[in-house]
């Protein structure tokens, strides 16, 4: 399956963003979908993921909880992240990326596919 992200930009702060990830194939539906960050200078980072009956994950942390949420429709082979209330450190670039049912959520070599990724850029 080919992964097609989309939906990045510059933002202020404060601002809300919309990403999506579109996927090729008709598989779409069996895939744990994940979103991913990567900043400048840092290692890929989790964001959380979403499982083929639509219940996400987000990872605990301080940075994006309560402010991210991950949503998936199976029928359009889509997956968004919506993004509320961007501070200046998210400003990353934004992967989506497909796994099974065994993949353990958050390590990156686990997935099977990967988007192209996406830039935000979140000014202060």
């Known amino acids: 399956v080919q992964l097609q992200a989309s939906g990045g930009g510059l933002v202020q702060a404060g601002s809300s963003l919309r990403l999506s990830c579109v996927a090729s194939g008709r598989t779409f539906s069996t895939y744990v979908m994940a979103w991913f960050r990567q900043a400048p200078g840092k290692e890929r980072e989790f964001v959380g993921q979403i499982n083929r009956d639509g219940n996400p994950y987000y990872v605990d942390a301080d940075s994006i909880k309560g402010r991210f949420t991950i949503s998936r429709d199976n029928a359009k082979d889509a997956v968004d992240l919506q993004m509320n209330s961007l501070k200046p450190e998210d400003t990353a670039v934004y992967y989506c990326?497909?796994?099974?049912?065994?993949?353990?959520?958050?390590?990156?070599?686990?997935?099977?596919?990967w988007g192209q990724g996406t830039q935000v850029t979140v000014s202060s």
């Open positions: 990326a497909a796994g099974g049912p065994s993949t353990r959520r958050g390590v990156v070599a686990e997935y099977f596919h």
